[in-house]
């Protein structure tokens, strides 16, 4: 990967290899665009770059980071070029497809929508040619592809709406479409003066013989190219937010194994038509009249539409396709085109290939007496080492209530998951914090029976507050439970964790999964518990505490199950995984393994990014190991978030290292912030005594 | 040995039992792939808590609903996750759609299906699609409905179109559950919770297809 700074100018570099004395002029006042340039231009060392310029090694690094965040210094996309030309030709080979155009993937940046449109916009510069006929459909990419482009020195082009006119309820209506289109490429614009949906079969037959309409879907079907979007059945896609088929049940089309739709008719998953109630009542181009046509170019992008992608090229639909590369990877992937993945992963392994051959590990070595009763016997441990702070609320241990937590008046805390994450969650039950902890089996929520105990148990008359990580497994169950109680008068109040910023995009704060932050989270709820404040008030301010929470993990090396004895999956030995849950499942993605610093300040520059901290900040800090890496690593890793903070002037108030949340014996850890504001601070101080946190 | 309706049930968690400590490796090198490796397991576990719970049942003084009630929440119980809301929630509904007279006649046995599928359906609020165990299950029951005239025909219909509903899994992007996370990682791998449901609905081929046969 090759990294440069921005506004690289054609200055000589003679006078800085001479090791200049002050900062040259050009660089302003910019500090860190200074010790970029040596350090990526120049090849300086970072100690070199701190004797240049006069301070410690520590700061430099900090500017090179700060740099990379502040976007001084940009990650050139060579290889992501490069990826997207493997999987473009591949996809072409794959399908037989005339051409194929494929955008590198960027994790931030431009939304997807208008990256495929720039896309489309050069794709019709090198395919519109004088004198074509182009049918255009209709949705956002459509919108954006016409938005974007201009051809200019084109002649006698048509562009011709390929269906008919809907409500402008919404911004790429079929007309829009086209007009944009016609507009970007100089051309006549034919609209079909018709609804695309008409009420009955009559009234379209009574349409089509309209001199006018026949006139104009006579145009249409002389298109020679076309141009058109494809639409998954996605809860969220155009299909149902444009209104176009607000009358349609897609159940209807669901139910017939319908997965996508082309110029707004039905494709299974070979790209069979679909037949249905619309059939007759639409007025659009049909799917064999695109089918004559030359030049079929469809762009769309989107893990979503991965399936509906997949169909219209085995349909035959497509014969140019525009896309994304991790869209057309995944095409690829579900087709059973795996090559694409083992070129991408030679390419870097190649440089340090070794002579050991595959080696795959034999069983991992458990202290075990038998795998199927590792919950019970730890419990029955957890119980005996524990009973200061806890006991079993009726014969199993499976609940698990605090002996001095419960009283009456105050909001009882219950939480709760699957074992495995010790001491997560029974670690947490004491005077102070948790009243009472249900276990399920390993990676498994536990079932509603000792969640009700639990909530019974803990209940003071003044509520029950549930706290517990979003997935779907613990809703379900924790839900059911929180009915029953319901149901015998204990009112509940739900607070779900969703600090893994890796698993789902800010906007979806609520759809991603809870990891390590659920420590303070748990611990803020105890507290405000513990001070006799409301059920509402208990709420809101673990609500805060967990929207204030970030945490990102990687992972080194998958851990393994009691029963199985192996690991649950492999990563290669120059490799990690990048956003890791806790429950032994893959990341989000898998990574070249580099530095711990490096390795930390992607996490942070991704942490920071949400993270709304400024200088004068405080924030606490979390570095949890997932089981197997050890305390000299985790100090390691603390060291870089203690600098990068610093630099930032952020002030860490409080911080814990070690064993929080784990992941059985997986090899990695993860690094959570709670953004602290005066009453987070003021609740994290609260005294508590449990197993695993002592505080006060 | 008397046969009734509660014993023939009885009979078909026994089998979908073995299936599941037989299928145990392969559901788990499935989840493996895109899950917490753990679904072998956890059906495993579950379903022969199912058996051993109704080996120590009266079931001569059961019908067949409260053989089904009682698979519901022994299942809960011992699997917690999200397989156990879910399939409890299917049982309790089949049971409560079970008639009186004859609950498990050909169509009785349809009409189980389609409770279980819709249950699952109304717990989990998943569509057709979104690569969980219903890609097996509506299809299935939706074959099984198209041949309730032909009773011969129903439990090969099913499982047919369970397994291919399964298959079609690997082409889809999860969006529900935990593999969801993985994103379009998730492609290429069949979900293991509708394999999962092929190996149920072969168990309950086996046992009704065996009692036709009788």
């Not at chain 1, 989270?521 to 001070?531: E, L, S, V």
């Not at chain 2, 145990?24 to 792939?33: F, H, I, P, V």
Request: a negative charge; proline letters at 3%; hydrophobic letters at 45%.
């Amino acid at each position: 990967m090759k990294t440069q700074p921005l506004g690289k100018a054609n200055a000589g570099k003679s006078d800085v290899e001479h090791a200049p004395e002050g900062m040259p002029l050009r660089y302003g006042d910019d500090a860190l665009v200074w010790a970029c340039w040596l350090y990526y231009e120049d090849g300086l060392t970072q100690g070199d770059i701190a004797s240049a310029m006069g301070v410690s090694r520590a700061t430099v690094n900090s500017y090179l980071a700060e740099a990379r965040e502040r976007g001084i210094v940009n990650i050139a996309i060579e290889p992501a070029r490069l990826a997207s030309l493997t999987i473009a030709q591949e996809l072409k080979r794959h399908f037989g497809l005339v051409d194929c155009l494929v955008v590198p993937s960027e994790e931030t940046g431009k939304p997807l929508i208008d990256r495929i449109g720039a896309a489309g916009a050069q794709a019709l510069h090198r395919l519109i040619k004088s004198g074509d006929t182009v049918a255009v459909s209709w949705g956002r990419t459509m919108l954006s592809i016409g938005e974007a482009a201009s051809v200019s020195g084109l002649q006698d082009v048509t562009v011709i709406q390929a269906a008919g006119g809907t409500r402008a309820s919404f911004t790429y209506t079929p007309e829009l479409c086209a007009a944009a289109v016609a507009g970007a490429v100089g051309g006549r614009l034919v609209n079909i003066s018709a609804p695309a949906i008409v009420s009955s079969r009559m009234v379209r037959d009574a349409l089509l013989e309209e001199p006018l309409i026949a006139d104009q879907l006579a145009v249409l079907s002389g298109a020679n190219k076309a141009l058109f979007g494809i639409s998954s059945l996605r809860p969220n896609s155009t299909i149902h937010t444009s209104g176009f088929f607000e009358e349609v049940s897609l159940q209807d089309y669901l139910a017939k194994g319908a997965v996508g739709a082309v110029s707004g008719r039905f494709i299974d998953g070979q790209g069979r038509p679909v037949a249905g109630p619309l059939d007759e009542r639409i007025i659009a181009m049909s799917l064999d009249m695109l089918k004559s046509v030359d030049l079929r170019i469809a762009a769309a992008g989107g893990f979503d539409k991965v399936p509906a992608i997949l169909a219209a090229l085995r349909g035959g639909f497509v014969n140019v396709l525009i896309t994304d590369a991790a869209t057309g990877r995944g095409i690829l992937n579900a087709d059973g085109v795996t090559v694409v993945d083992q070129k991408l992963a030679q390419r870097p392994r190649s440089e340090n290939m070794r002579f050991e051959g595959t080696r795959s590990r034999s069983r991992v070595k458990k202290f075990l007496n038998d795998p199927d009763h590792v919950v019970e016997e730890m419990l029955d441990g957890v119980v005996r080492a524990h009973h200061k702070y806890l006991a079993p609320v009726g014969k199993s241990n499976r609940a698990l209530i605090a002996k001095d937590g419960p009283r009456p008046g105050k909001v009882g805390l219950v939480i709760g998951g699957g074992s495995g994450h010790e001491p997560c969650f029974l670690g947490y039950v004491g005077k102070g914090l948790a009243d009472a902890a249900a276990v399920g089996n390993i990676f498994s929520s536990p079932p509603p029976m000792p969640i009700l105990q639990c909530a019974r148990a803990a209940s003071g008359d003044a509520g029950v507050l549930f706290v517990y990580g979003n997935y779907a497994g613990d809703v379900m169950n924790f839900e059911m439970a929180a009915e029953m109680a319901e149901a015998e008068g204990i009112a509940v109040r739900t607070v779900l964790t969703t600090d893994d910023v890796a698993s789902s995009s800010a906007e979806d704060r609520d759809g991603r999964r809870g990891v390590a932050g659920n420590f303070f989270t748990f611990k803020i709820a105890g507290a405000a518990c513990d001070r006799g404040l409301s059920l509402d008030a208990c709420e809101a301010l673990t609500r805060k505490a967990n929207a204030r929470t970030f945490t990102l993990g990687v992972a080194l090396e998958a851990g393994s199950m009691p029963q199985t004895r192996r690991p649950s999956f492999e990563i290669g030995e120059d490799e990690m995984e990048f956003g890791m849950g806790i429950h032994g499942e893959r990341g989000v993605s898998r990574e070249r393994i580099v530095s711990a610093d490096a390795i930390a300040d992607k996490i942070l520059d991704r942490i920071f990014h949400e993270m709304g901290a400024t200088s004068g900040s405080q924030v606490a800090v979390l570095v949890n190991s997932f089981g197997a890496t050890p305390l000299m690593e985790l100090y390691i890793l603390f060291r870089r978030v203690e600098q990068r903070l610093n630099s930032k002037k952020i002030e860490i108030e409080a911080n814990w290292i070690g064993h929080y949340c784990t992941s059985l014996d997986m090899v990695g850890a993860s690094i959570s912030i709670m953004h602290l504001d005066d009453e987070l601070t003021e609740l994290l101080h609260h005294r508590c005594d449990t197993a695993a946190l002592k505080i006060g | 040995m008397q046969d009734n309706e509660a014993r023939l049930l009885s009979r078909m968690f026994n089998k979908i039992s073995e299936a599941m400590a037989k299928e145990k490796d392969y559901l788990t090198e499935l989840d493996e792939a895109i899950g917490d490796a753990d679904h072998g397991i956890t059906m495993s576990l579950g379903f022969s808590a199912v058996a051993s719970e109704l080996s120590r049942s009266d079931l001569d003084s059961m019908s067949a609903a409260e053989v089904m009630a009682a698979a519901a929440a022994t299942f809960l119980d011992a699997v917690g996750a999200s397989t156990g809301p879910l399939y409890a929630t299917g049982f309790v509904n089949a049971a409560d759609k079970m008639g009186v007279e004859r609950p498990l006649d050909a169509a009785g046995q349809v009409a189980m299906l389609r409770a279980i599928t819709f249950g699952i359906q109304q717990r989990g609020k998943g569509l057709r699609g979104d690569k969980t165990m219903l890609d097996a299950w509506m299809p299935a029951a939706d074959a099984a409905e198209a041949k309730a005239g032909e009773p011969g025909q129903i439990w090969s219909a099913a499982c047919e179109a369970g397994e291919l509903g399964a298959r079609a899994t690997q082409s889809m992007i999860a969006l529900r559950g935990r593999a969801a996370r993985l994103g379009e990682r998730s492609l290429g791998h069949i979900d293991p919770g509708a394999a999962s449901a092929v190996v149920i609905l072969k168990a309950m081929r086996d046992t009704f297809d065996e009692k036709a046969a009788d």
